[in-house]
Protein backbone atom coordinates (compact mmCIF):
# COMPACT_ATOMS: atom_id res chain seq x y z
CA UNK A 1 0.00 0.00 0.00
CA UNK A 2 1.30 3.55 -0.99
CA UNK A 3 1.81 5.83 1.77
CA UNK A 4 -0.87 8.44 2.71
CA UNK A 5 2.09 11.03 1.49
CA UNK A 6 4.93 10.82 -0.81
CA UNK A 7 7.61 13.54 -0.50
CA UNK A 8 9.14 14.53 -4.18
CA UNK A 9 12.53 15.35 -3.18
CA UNK A 10 13.93 17.17 -5.24
CA UNK A 11 11.07 17.51 -7.53
CA UNK A 12 12.67 19.97 -10.48
CA UNK A 13 16.84 21.05 -11.19
CA UNK A 14 18.00 23.96 -9.56
CA UNK A 15 18.03 26.21 -12.36
CA UNK A 16 14.02 25.18 -13.19
CA UNK A 17 13.52 25.50 -9.57
CA UNK A 18 14.25 28.96 -9.76
CA UNK A 19 12.69 29.24 -13.27
CA UNK A 20 9.34 28.72 -11.01
CA UNK A 21 10.41 31.60 -8.94
CA UNK A 22 11.16 34.18 -11.61
CA UNK A 23 7.82 33.24 -12.94
CA UNK A 24 5.98 33.75 -9.62
CA UNK A 25 7.56 36.87 -9.06
CA UNK A 26 6.89 37.68 -12.78
CA UNK A 27 3.16 37.01 -12.48
CA UNK A 28 0.58 40.44 -12.93
CA UNK A 29 -0.58 39.84 -9.05
CA UNK A 30 -2.06 37.74 -6.57
CA UNK A 31 -5.64 38.17 -5.52
CA UNK A 32 -7.30 36.96 -2.38
CA UNK A 33 -8.86 33.11 -2.25
CA UNK A 34 -12.22 35.07 -0.83
CA UNK A 35 -12.73 36.73 -3.83
CA UNK A 36 -13.42 33.23 -5.75
CA UNK A 37 -17.44 32.86 -5.60
CA UNK A 38 -19.88 30.98 -8.09
CA UNK A 39 -23.66 30.77 -7.96
CA UNK A 40 -25.05 27.96 -6.02
CA UNK A 41 -27.94 25.59 -7.40
CA UNK A 42 -28.80 24.47 -3.93
CA UNK A 43 -28.82 26.44 -0.47
CA UNK A 44 -26.61 29.87 -1.71
CA UNK A 45 -27.43 30.87 1.68
CA UNK A 46 -24.46 28.79 2.62
CA UNK A 47 -20.81 30.10 2.22
CA UNK A 48 -19.18 27.33 -0.21
CA UNK A 49 -17.07 25.77 2.39
CA UNK A 50 -19.05 26.41 5.32
CA UNK A 51 -17.70 23.12 6.32
CA UNK A 52 -14.19 24.29 6.76
CA UNK A 53 -15.15 28.05 7.84
CA UNK A 54 -17.87 26.80 10.41
CA UNK A 55 -15.31 24.43 11.89
CA UNK A 56 -12.31 26.95 12.29
CA UNK A 57 -14.22 29.30 13.53
CA UNK A 58 -15.61 26.53 16.25
CA UNK A 59 -12.43 24.88 17.09
CA UNK A 60 -9.63 27.81 16.60
CA UNK A 61 -8.09 25.41 13.87
CA UNK A 62 -5.78 22.77 14.85
CA UNK A 63 -4.26 24.03 18.26
CA UNK A 64 -7.72 25.30 19.19
CA UNK A 65 -6.43 29.17 19.12
CA UNK A 66 -9.34 31.93 19.16
CA UNK A 67 -8.77 35.46 17.83
CA UNK A 68 -10.74 37.80 19.62
CA UNK A 69 -10.04 40.48 16.71
CA UNK A 70 -13.08 38.89 14.16
CA UNK A 71 -11.04 40.91 11.09
CA UNK A 72 -7.82 39.05 12.57
CA UNK A 73 -9.48 35.63 12.77
CA UNK A 74 -10.99 36.49 9.10
CA UNK A 75 -7.71 37.85 7.34
CA UNK A 76 -5.78 34.57 8.79
CA UNK A 77 -7.42 32.52 6.27
CA UNK A 78 -7.45 34.79 3.57
CA UNK A 79 -4.58 33.92 1.68
CA UNK A 80 -3.91 34.59 -1.73
CA UNK A 81 -4.23 32.09 -4.97
CA UNK A 82 -4.05 32.90 -8.49
CA UNK A 83 -4.36 29.47 -11.27
CA UNK A 84 -1.63 29.11 -13.49
CA UNK A 85 -3.48 26.37 -16.08
CA UNK A 86 -7.06 24.89 -15.60
CA UNK A 87 -7.17 21.97 -18.52
CA UNK A 88 -6.90 23.32 -21.53
CA UNK A 89 -6.26 27.19 -20.10
CA UNK A 90 -2.70 27.82 -19.61
CA UNK A 91 -2.48 31.29 -18.00
CA UNK A 92 1.70 30.72 -17.54
CA UNK A 93 3.31 28.86 -20.35
CA UNK A 94 6.60 28.47 -18.15
CA UNK A 95 4.86 27.33 -15.14
CA UNK A 96 2.75 24.47 -17.14
CA UNK A 97 5.99 23.55 -19.28
CA UNK A 98 7.69 23.08 -15.53
CA UNK A 99 5.15 21.56 -13.11
CA UNK A 100 1.74 20.72 -15.18
CA UNK A 101 3.30 17.60 -16.94
CA UNK A 102 5.80 16.79 -14.75
CA UNK A 103 7.11 13.03 -14.69
CA UNK A 104 7.87 12.67 -10.59
CA UNK A 105 4.41 14.44 -10.00
CA UNK A 106 2.74 11.84 -13.03
CA UNK A 107 4.66 9.23 -11.09
CA UNK A 108 3.81 9.77 -7.66
CA UNK A 109 0.04 9.89 -8.89
CA UNK A 110 -0.25 7.01 -10.67
CA UNK A 111 1.26 5.21 -7.34
CA UNK A 112 -1.00 6.87 -5.47
CA UNK A 113 -4.15 5.39 -6.36
CA UNK A 114 -2.65 2.92 -8.57
CA UNK A 115 -4.24 3.91 -11.80
CA UNK A 116 -2.22 4.34 -15.02
CA UNK A 117 -3.72 7.15 -17.14
CA UNK A 118 -3.22 10.95 -15.18
CA UNK A 119 -4.97 13.91 -16.27
CA UNK A 120 -3.11 16.94 -15.04
CA UNK A 121 -6.56 19.24 -14.42
CA UNK A 122 -5.25 22.25 -12.42
CA UNK A 123 -2.15 24.32 -11.37
CA UNK A 124 -2.83 27.32 -8.89
CA UNK A 125 -0.40 29.47 -6.60
CA UNK A 126 -1.57 29.59 -2.99
CA UNK A 127 0.50 32.49 -1.41
CA UNK A 128 0.29 32.92 2.61
CA UNK A 129 1.62 35.63 4.49
CA UNK A 130 3.31 35.82 8.41
CA UNK A 131 0.30 34.80 10.64
CA UNK A 132 -1.50 32.94 7.72
CA UNK A 133 -2.68 29.47 8.14
CA UNK A 134 -5.48 27.06 6.31
CA UNK A 135 -7.93 25.60 8.42
CA UNK A 136 -8.34 21.34 8.31
CA UNK A 137 -10.12 20.48 5.25
CA UNK A 138 -10.80 18.08 2.81
CA UNK A 139 -10.08 19.49 -0.87
CA UNK A 140 -13.48 19.75 -3.00
CA UNK A 141 -13.06 16.52 -5.34
CA UNK A 142 -15.05 15.50 -8.18
CA UNK A 143 -17.68 12.83 -9.10
CA UNK A 144 -19.29 12.13 -12.36
CA UNK A 145 -21.85 14.80 -12.95
CA UNK A 146 -20.75 17.04 -9.63
CA UNK A 147 -18.28 19.24 -9.75
CA UNK A 148 -17.88 22.77 -8.39
CA UNK A 149 -19.20 24.36 -11.41
CA UNK A 150 -22.86 22.72 -10.53
CA UNK A 151 -22.58 22.36 -7.02
CA UNK A 152 -21.67 23.34 -3.86
CA UNK A 153 -18.57 22.81 -2.75
CA UNK A 154 -19.76 21.53 1.10
CA UNK A 155 -22.12 19.17 -0.59
CA UNK A 156 -19.27 17.19 -2.86
CA UNK A 157 -17.46 17.30 0.50
CA UNK A 158 -20.19 15.25 2.10
CA UNK A 159 -20.80 13.60 -0.91
CA UNK A 160 -16.77 12.11 -0.20
CA UNK A 161 -17.51 11.71 3.07
CA UNK A 162 -20.77 9.97 3.16
CA UNK A 163 -18.95 6.82 0.90
CA UNK A 164 -22.62 6.80 -0.94
CA UNK A 165 -21.04 8.27 -4.34
CA UNK A 166 -18.03 5.91 -4.72
CA UNK A 167 -18.95 4.35 -7.90
CA UNK A 168 -18.90 8.15 -9.94
CA UNK A 169 -15.80 9.50 -7.80
CA UNK A 170 -13.19 10.61 -9.96
CA UNK A 171 -9.90 9.76 -8.19
CA UNK A 172 -7.69 13.02 -8.02
CA UNK A 173 -3.90 13.68 -6.57
CA UNK A 174 -2.62 16.74 -5.55
CA UNK A 175 0.51 17.40 -5.18
CA UNK A 176 1.78 20.65 -3.59
CA UNK A 177 5.18 21.97 -4.32
CA UNK A 178 6.94 24.37 -2.20
CA UNK A 179 9.51 26.88 -3.84
CA UNK A 180 11.36 29.78 -1.93
CA UNK A 181 11.18 30.45 1.69
CA UNK A 182 8.68 31.23 4.72
CA UNK A 183 9.21 30.22 8.39
CA UNK A 184 6.79 27.94 9.48
CA UNK A 185 3.47 26.67 7.48
CA UNK A 186 3.94 23.11 7.99
CA UNK A 187 1.72 21.04 6.03
CA UNK A 188 -0.45 19.01 8.51
CA UNK A 189 -2.52 16.20 7.68
CA UNK A 190 -4.06 12.97 9.32
CA UNK A 191 -3.06 10.01 7.82
CA UNK A 192 -4.89 7.81 9.91
CA UNK A 193 -8.09 9.30 9.65
CA UNK A 194 -9.70 12.32 11.46
CA UNK A 195 -9.86 10.57 14.36
CA UNK A 196 -5.88 9.31 14.55
CA UNK A 197 -3.08 11.40 14.99
CA UNK A 198 -1.94 14.12 12.95
CA UNK A 199 1.33 14.04 10.88
CA UNK A 200 3.20 17.33 9.86
CA UNK A 201 5.68 17.57 6.76
CA UNK A 202 8.10 20.85 6.72
CA UNK A 203 8.16 22.55 3.43
CA UNK A 204 11.68 22.55 1.71
CA UNK A 205 12.75 24.55 -1.49
CA UNK A 206 11.64 22.55 -4.60
CA UNK A 207 10.22 19.83 -2.60
CA UNK A 208 6.32 18.65 -3.01
CA UNK A 209 4.18 16.52 -0.74
CA UNK A 210 1.66 14.37 -3.12
CA UNK A 211 -1.59 13.33 -1.31
CA UNK A 212 -5.18 12.29 -1.81
CA UNK A 213 -6.42 15.51 -0.34
CA UNK A 214 -10.02 14.80 -1.27
CA UNK A 215 -9.66 12.38 1.49
CA UNK A 216 -7.18 12.86 3.75
CA UNK A 217 -7.90 15.45 6.28
CA UNK A 218 -5.45 18.46 6.20
CA UNK A 219 -4.01 22.15 6.58
CA UNK A 220 -1.27 24.59 6.64
CA UNK A 221 -0.23 25.45 10.10
CA UNK A 222 0.45 29.06 10.70
CA UNK A 223 3.18 30.78 9.08
CA UNK A 224 6.05 32.88 11.16
CA UNK A 225 6.61 36.09 11.66
CA UNK A 226 5.54 39.69 11.80
CA UNK A 227 1.81 39.78 11.67
CA UNK A 228 1.53 43.29 13.00
CA UNK A 229 -0.48 43.94 9.75
CA UNK A 230 -2.47 40.89 8.81
CA UNK A 231 -5.70 42.49 9.75
CA UNK A 232 -5.27 45.05 7.29
CA UNK A 233 -5.66 42.11 5.06
CA UNK A 234 -9.11 42.84 3.24
CA UNK A 235 -11.07 41.05 0.91
CA UNK A 236 -10.31 42.79 -2.29
CA UNK A 237 -6.99 43.84 -1.73
CA UNK A 238 -4.10 42.27 -4.15
CA UNK A 239 -0.30 41.00 -3.21
CA UNK A 240 2.19 42.65 -5.93
CA UNK A 241 5.82 41.47 -6.03
CA UNK A 242 7.68 45.29 -5.79
CA UNK A 243 11.03 43.68 -7.02
CA UNK A 244 14.32 43.10 -4.59
CA UNK A 245 12.61 40.84 -2.76
CA UNK A 246 9.90 42.38 -1.26
CA UNK A 247 6.22 41.84 -1.69
CA UNK A 248 3.12 44.35 -0.90
CA UNK A 249 -0.54 44.29 -0.23
CA UNK A 250 -2.22 46.53 -2.13
CA UNK A 251 -5.76 48.18 -1.64
CA UNK A 252 -5.84 49.09 -5.32
CA UNK A 253 -2.83 51.60 -5.73
CA UNK A 254 -2.65 52.20 -2.00
CA UNK A 255 0.41 50.20 -0.57
CA UNK A 256 -1.22 48.24 2.71
CA UNK A 257 1.75 46.55 3.77
CA UNK A 258 4.58 45.08 2.32
CA UNK A 259 7.02 41.69 3.22
CA UNK A 260 10.13 40.23 3.06
CA UNK A 261 10.29 37.63 0.47
CA UNK A 262 11.58 35.33 3.22
CA UNK A 263 8.82 36.02 5.02
CA UNK A 264 5.95 34.68 2.81
CA UNK A 265 5.43 31.32 2.21
CA UNK A 266 4.83 29.86 -1.33
CA UNK A 267 3.16 26.70 -2.69
CA UNK A 268 1.96 25.32 -6.37
CA UNK A 269 -0.46 23.06 -6.03
CA UNK A 270 -0.87 20.56 -8.66
CA UNK A 271 -4.11 18.19 -9.03
CA UNK A 272 -4.31 15.60 -11.45
CA UNK A 273 -7.63 13.12 -12.66
CA UNK A 274 -6.17 9.43 -12.11
CA UNK A 275 -8.22 7.11 -14.29
CA UNK A 276 -7.53 3.32 -14.71
CA UNK A 277 -7.48 3.07 -18.78
CA UNK A 278 -7.99 5.34 -21.57
CA UNK A 279 -11.42 3.96 -21.48
CA UNK A 280 -12.54 5.38 -18.44
CA UNK A 281 -11.27 8.58 -19.08
CA UNK A 282 -13.03 8.82 -22.41
CA UNK A 283 -16.72 7.88 -20.64
CA UNK A 284 -15.25 11.30 -18.26
CA UNK A 285 -15.23 13.02 -21.35
CA UNK A 286 -17.90 12.30 -22.96
CA UNK A 287 -20.05 12.62 -19.90
CA UNK A 288 -21.98 9.36 -19.90
CA UNK A 289 -23.22 7.91 -16.54
CA UNK A 290 -23.44 11.74 -14.67
CA UNK A 291 -24.75 12.31 -11.40
CA UNK A 292 -27.27 15.30 -10.81
CA UNK A 293 -28.42 17.37 -8.06
CA UNK A 294 -32.08 15.79 -7.19
CA UNK A 295 -30.25 12.12 -7.06
CA UNK A 296 -27.58 12.91 -4.70
CA UNK A 297 -29.78 14.82 -2.35
CA UNK A 298 -32.18 12.08 -2.57
CA UNK A 299 -30.10 9.59 -2.06
CA UNK A 300 -28.49 11.69 0.89
CA UNK A 301 -31.79 12.03 2.27
CA UNK A 302 -32.71 8.67 2.36
CA UNK A 303 -29.86 7.70 3.91
CA UNK A 304 -30.18 10.33 6.76
CA UNK A 305 -33.82 8.57 7.43
CA UNK A 306 -32.33 4.60 7.44
CA UNK A 307 -29.63 5.70 9.85
CA UNK A 308 -32.74 8.03 12.29
CA UNK A 309 -30.99 11.15 11.75
CA UNK A 310 -34.21 12.75 9.99
CA UNK A 311 -37.71 12.50 10.20
CA UNK A 312 -40.76 14.37 9.18
CA UNK A 313 -40.38 16.34 5.74
CA UNK A 314 -36.91 17.26 4.17
CA UNK A 315 -35.81 20.72 5.81
CA UNK A 316 -35.45 24.16 4.10
CA UNK A 317 -31.95 23.97 1.66
CA UNK A 318 -29.96 25.64 4.52
CA UNK A 319 -30.58 23.79 7.17
CA UNK A 320 -30.96 20.19 5.31
CA UNK A 321 -27.17 21.43 4.13
CA UNK A 322 -25.81 22.29 7.80
CA UNK A 323 -27.47 18.20 8.85
CA UNK A 324 -25.29 16.49 5.93
CA UNK A 325 -22.11 18.67 6.96
CA UNK A 326 -22.46 18.03 10.58
CA UNK A 327 -23.37 13.97 9.63
CA UNK A 328 -20.69 13.30 7.19
CA UNK A 329 -18.21 15.39 7.33
CA UNK A 330 -16.69 14.43 10.98
CA UNK A 331 -13.31 16.89 11.41
CA UNK A 332 -10.38 16.04 13.55
CA UNK A 333 -10.41 17.11 17.19
CA UNK A 334 -7.86 20.18 17.96
CA UNK A 335 -4.91 19.44 19.99
CA UNK A 336 -4.63 21.86 23.09
CA UNK A 337 -2.35 24.47 22.64
CA UNK A 338 0.66 24.11 24.51
CA UNK A 339 0.91 26.31 27.30
CA UNK A 340 3.26 29.48 26.39
FE1 LIG B 1 -6.54 21.52 0.65
Known amino acids: ?23 WRAFPSYGLYSNESTRDAYA ?14 RTGGRFGRKDSDRGLQAARTNYFRETYAYGDD ?4 RMAE ?18 EVIEPAILYANVLLP ?18 KVMPQWLIVVMHHSGLFDRWRMPIATGIAYFGGGKGGELAYYPDGASGDPATYSPKHNTAALLDTDDVFHGVDRVLGDEANLALVRPGMRLHYDGDGRWSVRDGDTEVSTYDEDAVRLSISWKGYCF ?9 RQNTDDLSLDTVLDTLEADLRERGALTGERPSPPEFGKLLIDTYTKFPAPVPQPAS
Open 276 to 284: ADEAERDAW
Open 131 to 148: GQELATHTDVGEFRGANR
Open 44 to 57: PELAQRYDAAVNFV
Open 1 to 23: MTAAVQIIDPLLSEDEADAILDE
Open 90 to 93: IVSP
Open 98 to 115: LLFRNDRLVEAAQKLHGR
